[in-house]
């Protein structure tokens, strides 16, 4: 369970750095930042929603 509540907390910590760059208009960088940010956030939630199921191949 500590592990899902991990990464709920690195999706939230993800979103902020995301809304951090858009807010900072002064950086060129910001919009590759936020698309590599975006995806990992992508792969954080894919794994939070196939958590049961890594568990599951893991123990077998």
Same mark, same amino acid.
């Given at each position: 369970?500590?592990? %899902?509540?991990?990464?709920?907390? =690195?999706?939230?910590?993800?979103? =902020? ?7 900072? %208009? %002064? ?20 794994? =939070? ?5 890594? %568990? =599951?191949?893991?123990?077998?």
């Amino acid at each position: 369970m500590t592990q %899902k509540f991990s990464l709920i907390a =690195q999706i939230e910590a993800v979103d =902020q750095q995301i809304a951090a760059c858009r807010r900072d %208009k %002064k950086n060129s960088v910001n919009a590759y930042q936020i698309t590599r940010l975006e995806a990992a956030r992508a792969t954080l939630a894919w794994l =939070q929603a196939n958590e049961p199921l890594i %568990k =599951q191949r893991l123990a077998s």
